[in-house]
């Protein structure tokens, strides 16, 4: 488990360094503020090293807030980490700022050498939605414009493919949520794409990722009820959702879309932990009404037909 005395953590995503180390990087704010709704606005990222999932080094913070005036000069918000082919890593985050209120979402890029130290391009941003296919703020449709938490790998066709927690720019407005698209052939330039998927019942469809378990691509991301429509508020056992698909690029088929029995996992990532075992590493919300902010140590998943489940009943499900 990764529990911080001081600092909540929240969301968070892999990556795995040369020597086979995990790497983990993590929203986290300041239990100074005492209310932890406060804390999306005070966001920072931090990261750990780990050689089994369960046992954490603190590293180095990787990235707090630019300095103002900037598009994310308020704070940094959850994404992902690849290394290209220059050998160079890159963080591809989320940033909101003060201008906007902290409402718009774009989406940005820090590069390091050696995954500890992480600099800003001095013209970081690389995304934000495109008004042809995605909701817009300006429509007062929803309460925030929904462009992050950016996923981001290599395709079969070569290039680079960017999945984004996205809402389309019509239909019903409580459940408009579709898996954003932007694609790169270099990671350096980038352009937004249609939407990968149409409305399915979630408002939000938080935090995604697109992995091939045992010859099967499944899409997970993250929804709690206060924000999916009735049918699949009917359909959860837990915020976790998962649905199988033809690639990583779907489509998915969400009429086969299920949960995991979990009632406080959140932002989980299915992660390799050794050659063919796959866990979900993602945090502790809320249990009993309180919120926790703590990394809990990996679930195994398997496999089973076209659906994901525990191998095990989580000890305690907290």
Do not use: N
């Given at each position: 488990?990764?529990?911080?005395?001081?600092?909540?953590?929240?969301?968070?995503?892999?990556?795995?360094?040369?020597?086979?180390?995990?790497?983990?990087?993590?929203?986290?704010?300041?239990?100074?503020?005492?209310?932890?709704?406060?804390?999306?606005?005070?966001?920072?990222?931090?990261?750990?090293?780990?050689?089994?999932?369960?046992?954490?080094?603190?590293?180095?913070?990787?990235?707090?807030?630019?300095?103002?005036?900037?598009?994310?000069?308020?704070?940094?918000?959850?994404?992902s980490v690849v290394r290209g082919d220059d050998g160079v890593w890159r963080l591809f985050y989320t940033g909101v700022s003060w201008a906007d209120d902290g409402l718009v979402?774009?989406?940005?890029?820090?590069?390091?050498?050696?995954?500890?130290?992480?600099?800003?391009?001095?013209?970081?941003?690389?995304?934000?939605?495109?008004?042809?296919?995605?909701?817009?703020?300006?429509?007062?449709?929803?309460?925030?414009?929904?462009?992050?938490?950016?996923?981001?790998?290599?395709?079969?066709?070569?290039?680079?493919?960017?999945?984004?927690?996205?809402?389309?720019?019509?239909?019903?407005?409580?459940?408009?949520?579709?898996?954003?698209?932007?694609?790169?052939?270099?990671?350096?330039?980038?352009?937004?794409?249609?939407?990968?998927?149409?409305?399915?019942?979630?408002?939000?469809?938080?935090?995604?990722?697109?992995?091939?378990?045992?010859?099967?691509?499944?899409?997970?991301?993250?929804?709690?009820?206060?924000?999916?429509?009735?049918?699949?508020?009917?359909?959860?056992?837990?915020?976790?959702?998962?649905?199988?698909?033809?690639?990583?690029?779907?489509?998915?088929?969400?009429?086969?879309?299920?949960?995991?029995?979990?009632?406080?996992?959140?932002?989980?990532?299915?992660?390799?932990?050794?050659?063919?075992?796959?866990?979900?590493?993602?945090?502790?919300?809320?249990?009993?009404?309180?919120?926790?902010?703590?990394?809990?140590?990996?679930?195994?998943?398997?496999?089973?037909?076209?659906?994901?489940?525990?191998?095990?009943?989580?000890?305690?499900?907290?």
């Open positions: 488990m990764l529990r911080l005395p001081d600092h909540w953590v929240w969301d968070s995503w892999p990556a795995r360094a040369d020597d086979g180390s995990h790497h983990l990087f993590f929203l986290r704010a300041s239990r100074a503020l005492l209310d932890p709704d406060r804390r999306h606005l005070r966001a920072s990222i931090g990261h750990a090293r780990s050689a089994d999932l369960t046992h954490w080094e603190l590293l180095p913070d990787a990235l707090v807030a630019a300095d103002s005036p900037a598009w994310d000069d308020r704070a940094t918000w959850t994404g979402q774009r989406v940005g890029v820090a590069h390091s050498e050696d995954m500890v130290s992480w600099h800003r391009r001095p013209e970081s941003q690389v995304v934000e939605a495109d008004p042809r296919w995605y909701e817009k703020l300006a429509s007062g449709d929803w309460f925030d414009e929904a462009w992050r938490d950016p996923w981001v790998f290599r395709g079969e066709d070569g290039q680079w493919h960017m999945l984004l927690t996205a809402r389309a720019a019509v239909g019903d407005p409580a459940t408009r949520s579709v898996i954003g698209h932007a694609t790169s052939p270099d990671l350096e330039h980038w352009e937004v794409q249609p939407a990968l998927s149409e409305p399915a019942g979630w408002g939000q469809m938080e935090v995604p990722q697109t992995v091939v378990v045992d010859g099967q691509p499944f899409l997970l991301f993250c929804c709690w009820d206060s924000h999916q429509g009735e049918q699949r508020q009917q359909q959860a056992t837990g915020g976790m959702w998962f649905a199988p698909g033809d690639s990583l690029l779907g489509p998915w088929d969400f009429s086969a879309a299920g949960t995991f029995d979990h009632p406080s996992l959140y932002a989980a990532r299915l992660v390799e932990a050794t050659p063919g075992q796959w866990a979900l590493v993602g945090f502790s919300d809320r249990v009993d009404g309180e919120f926790r902010g703590e990394i809990l140590d990996p679930l195994p998943v398997v496999r089973v037909g076209r659906r994901l489940q525990f191998a095990q009943d989580p000890p305690g499900r907290a």
